[in-house]
């Protein structure tokens, strides 16, 4: 079964630091790799998909990239709003998601 | 524009089932799947199931099998999910999402406000 490992699992960071989130696989996934911000009390909210393709409307401060069985998401800037946690998909599963807080 | 709306909060003793129901409005309900997610509390995501409303046919997650039912009715544009045997582990927000596809790429593209299922003696 694929597993999909996030790490670091939590983050503190500063307004207008730059964070990277890994998310392993433990198989090939090409890059059929989606990532998701989810804020306290909210659904989930789609940011990329195919690894580093950025949704309507997000904001180009978000980016992915990767392929096969490594993939990075990162905020270039870190703006207020950022404070969340993120998840990385595969169609069916998810990582166990990276909780970013405030320094 | 493409919303999701789904029922409300319920609260269920052990054993018992609870249906869910999601309406789709915004879009032709028959071209996208719409799947279910579970997130316990302080916990991850959990992908449930998958329906596709057009042909009623559906996937489910090996954990949940002979648990949970997911059906629609096409007349309303609203999918349910059934869960039955509740246990406390239960206790979660379950959403339904839409499924989005680009180029063979599959995601979630909208979310239904989700429901707070609590199982409970």
């Known amino acids: 079964d694929l597993q999909l490992t996030q790490s670091p699992s939590f983050l503190s960071a500063s307004v207008g630091d730059r964070v990277t989130i890994t998310c392993r696989a433990n198989?090939?996934?090409?890059?059929?790799l989606a990532w998701y911000q989810q804020k306290p009390g909210r659904a989930p909210k789609l940011l990329i998909y195919?690894?580093?393709t950025l949704q309507s409307g997000v904001p180009s401060r978000f980016s992915g990239s990767g392929s096969g069985t490594e993939f990075t998401f990162t905020i270039s800037s870190l703006q207020p709003e950022d404070f969340a946690t993120y998840y990385c998909?595969?169609?069916?599963?998810f990582g166990q998601g990276t909780r970013l807080e405030i320094k | 524009q493409v919303q999701l709306v789904q029922s409300g909060a319920e609260v269920k003793k052990p054993g018992a089932s609870v249906k869910v129901s999601c309406k789709a409005s915004?879009?032709?309900?028959?071209?996208?799947?719409i799947h279910w997610v579970r997130q316990a509390p302080g916990q991850g995501l959990e992908w449930m199931g998958v329906?596709?409303?057009?042909?009623?046919?559906?996937i489910y997650a090996k954990k949940l099998q002979g648990r949970v039912t997911m059906t629609r009715d096409t007349s309303t544009t609203t999918v349910y999910m059934e869960l039955s045997s509740l246990r406390s582990e239960d206790t979660a927000l379950y959403y339904c999402?839409?499924?989005?596809?680009?180029?063979?790429?599959?995601?979630?593209?909208?979310w239904g406000q989700g429901t707070l299922v609590t199982v409970s003696s």
């Open positions: 999402a839409r499924g989005g596809s680009v180029g063979g790429h599959r995601f979630f593209d909208y």
């Open positions: 195919a690894a580093s």
């Open positions: 998909q595969q169609l069916t599963t």
């Open positions: 198989q090939g996934i090409s890059n059929y």
């Open positions: 915004g879009y032709t309900v028959t071209d996208y799947y």
């Open positions: 329906i596709n409303p057009s042909a009623g046919s559906t």
